[in-house]
């Protein structure tokens, strides 16, 4: 049963489309995070919510909006697709030390957007 | 603000060699300090994590990180290197504001 799982696992599109990707976890954690990986493989922290409240919003256009329904799916949704979107997206989960936890991330397999 | 440096991008060992990778980090408390590695196509997975108590941790695949708090170190050792273990290594920084950061990475590969 995967901790984490995000879908699709591939996504290649047009320029100018818009694209969402879904992620959910089964680990009851509080606080759930997208990721994104570029081409030289730096990890970089986009967005992170805990029990469904944005709290960590980093310099992101705003044409990448996320949604958490509830504290269990986080969900990535891209407008107007550029080239310089084409990466992989990580979804994470983590129950932070403020929450009693350790912060540890457990991260799903990626989402390789490829935009055309 | 908290910072990761991985100052190797690349190395390679031949198998069965010894390994190590750095890590330094900068923040102004005890962080915690997490490896992570992620093989090819695959997300990143936990190999070994440090809170507080003994500086030298055990994680799995027979790795191993000391923290040097003496100079914000934080790194990862190996004494017998498998090929299976050719791979992308990440040191990450966890503050109590609950953000990890991540260093830049770096590419382990294995020569037979």
């Known amino acids: 049963d995967t901790a984490v799982s995000q879908t699709p696992k591939y996504l290649v599109t047009q320029m100018g489309n818009d694209k969402s990707i879904k992620c959910e976890q089964n680990?009851?954690?509080?606080?759930m995070y997208w990721y994104k990986q570029d081409s030289k493989k730096f990890l970089k922290i986009m967005f992170s919510?805990?029990?469904?409240?944005?709290?960590i919003n980093e310099t992101v256009p705003n044409r990448f909006s996320p949604k958490s329904p509830d504290k269990a799916h986080l969900n990535l949704h891209i407008n107007s697709l550029e080239l310089g979107d084409s990466a992989v997206y990580f979804c994470?989960?983590?129950?932070?030390?403020?929450?009693?936890?350790?912060?540890?991330?457990?991260f799903g397999e990626g989402s390789r957007l490829t935009v055309l | 603000a908290q910072s990761v440096t991985q100052p190797d991008i690349h190395i390679t060992v031949s198998e069965g060699a010894s390994l190590e990778l750095r890590c330094n980090y900068s923040y102004g408390a005890t962080p915690y300090l997490f490896w992570y590695v992620q093989s090819p196509g695959q997300g990143l997975q936990l190999l070994l994590k440090?809170?507080?108590?003994?500086?030298l941790v055990q994680g799995i695949k027979g790795f191993e990180a000391e923290f040097k708090r003496s100079q914000s170190s934080f790194n990862l050792r190996k004494p017998s290197v498998h090929w299976s273990d050719a791979a992308e290594y990440f040191c990450?920084?966890?503050?109590?504001?609950?953000?990890?950061?991540f260093g830049d990475g770096t590419t382990l590969t294995v020569k037979p």
């Open positions: 994470a989960s983590s129950q932070d030390r403020v929450q009693g936890g350790s912060g540890e991330l457990f």
């Open positions: 440090y809170f507080s108590g003994d500086t």
């Open positions: 680990l009851g954690h509080d606080t």
């Open positions: 919510y805990n029990n469904k409240e944005l709290i």
């Open positions: 990450a920084c966890n503050t109590n504001a609950g953000k990890s950061t």
